[in-house]
């Protein structure tokens, strides 16, 4: 197009030269009017022309730059969709595991309860047991009663022991002897003897100092009747002295004091199995 323009104004400059001399001044100035027309709409075009190109040169810039942001774009995305999958199978592997490891605790949780109903249905039996074969030392002083899942057999010292004495009398041997016939049937049951006394000082009792020293003494000495006498196994046996420190009452009065003073013995269940569920 630019050709085309500049071909044109030459041909109406020669033109206008070749014929200068006949046309009329009217003529003339219309022709140089013309010709500053056609220079002013050439400029005119031309800065247009530089504009679009300038436009169009940024253009390119922002497509360049905008395809660049697109890739960019469609790189982070494909980077989230990864991590997305990887966390998806990670959170499903982790509910797989918890929910598994939740089935084990219920059925861990089961065999444990399972394990305490058996026993306290045996700590039961055993109770109707010893109440059954003691059952004429009642009212000496004797009692049977479950605490805490255990049976504890409570034995006042009269009914055992003369006063001050750690020498198991006849009476109290019948009684250890009826006891040991129901324990040498029962044997998953643990023993524990505990010795008890009240708060009243020892006095004149020779070798024996004060209250430890006689509740740990009764304590041996039923423990080695129910052995060497009744035949119990030894490794069942536990021998303690409570002294004056786990009274049943206050010890204010001859009543209270006389109950305070006793053999307590206890009967646990071994729970091997139990223990070692909850190691589990």
Same mark, same amino acid.
């Given at each position: !197009?630019?050709?085309?323009?500049?071909?044109?104004?030459?041909? !109406?400059?020669?033109?206008?030269?070749?014929?200068?001399?006949? &046309?009329?001044?009217?003529?003339?100035?219309? @022709?140089?009017?013309?010709?500053?027309?056609?220079?002013?709409?050439?400029?005119?075009?031309?800065?247009?022309?530089?504009? &679009?190109?300038?436009?169009?040169?940024?253009?390119?810039?922002?497509?360049?730059?905008?395809?660049?942001?697109?890739?960019?774009?469609?790189?982070?995305?494909?980077? !989230?969709?990864?991590?997305?999958?990887?966390?998806?199978?990670?959170?499903?592997?982790?509910?797989?595991?918890?929910?598994?490891?939740?089935?084990?605790?219920?059925?861990?949780?089961?065999?444990?309860?399972?394990?305490?109903?058996?026993?306290?249905?045996?700590?039961?039996?055993?109770?109707?047991?010893?109440?059954?074969?003691?059952?004429?030392?009642?009212?000496?002083?004797?009692?049977?009663?479950?605490?805490?899942?255990?049976?504890?057999?409570?034995? !006042?010292?009269?009914?055992?022991?003369?006063?001050?004495?750690?020498?198991?009398?006849?009476?109290?041997?019948?009684?250890?002897?009826? @006891?040991?016939?129901?324990?040498?049937?029962?044997?998953?049951?643990?023993?524990?003897?505990?010795?008890?006394?009240?708060?009243?000082?020892?006095?004149?009792?020779?070798?024996?100092?004060?209250?430890?020293?006689?509740?740990?003494?009764?304590?041996?000495?039923?423990?080695?009747?129910?052995?060497?006498?009744?035949?119990?196994?030894?490794?069942?046996?536990?021998?303690?002295?409570?002294?004056?420190?786990?009274?049943?009452?206050?010890?204010?009065?001859?009543?209270?004091?006389?109950?305070?003073?006793?053999?307590?013995?206890?009967?646990?269940?071994? &729970?091997?199995?139990?223990?070692? &569920?909850?190691?589990?």
């Amino acid at each position: !197009m630019k050709k085309i323009i500049l071909f044109l104004f030459a041909v !109406m400059a020669v033109s206008a030269w070749s014929s200068c001399v006949i &046309l009329s001044p009217k003529k003339y100035k219309s @022709l140089l009017s013309k010709q500053d027309s056609l220079s002013k709409g050439w400029t005119e075009s031309q800065q247009k022309n530089e504009s &679009l190109e300038g436009l169009i040169a940024r253009l390119r810039k922002d497509t360049v730059g905008l395809s660049s942001a697109l890739n960019d774009l469609k790189s982070r995305y494909s980077e !989230m969709d990864s991590n997305y999958t990887k966390l998806r199978s990670n959170s499903s592997s982790e509910i797989n595991k918890l929910s598994s490891d939740l089935k084990k605790r219920e059925q861990r949780l089961k065999e444990v309860e399972e394990i305490l109903r058996k026993r306290d249905e045996a700590t039961n039996q055993l109770k109707e047991k010893l109440q059954q074969a003691l059952l004429g030392f009642t009212k000496n002083g004797l009692t049977v009663e479950i605490r805490n899942g255990k049976v504890y057999v409570s034995l !006042m010292d009269k009914l055992l022991f003369p006063s001050g004495s750690i020498i198991i009398d006849e009476k109290g041997k019948q009684a250890l002897s009826q @006891l040991a016939n129901v324990l040498k049937q029962q044997p998953e049951i643990n023993i524990a003897v505990e010795g008890h006394t009240d708060s009243q000082k020892i006095t004149n009792l020779g070798q024996i100092k004060d209250n430890w020293d006689l509740s740990v003494l009764r304590s041996t000495s039923v423990v080695r009747y129910l052995t060497e006498v009744s035949k119990v196994e030894a490794v069942r046996m536990t021998a303690t002295g409570k002294g004056e420190f786990q009274p049943l009452g206050p010890n204010t009065t001859a009543e209270s004091r006389s109950k305070n003073r006793r053999i307590e013995i206890v009967l646990s269940p071994k &729970l091997d199995e139990l223990y070692d &569920l909850i190691k589990q």
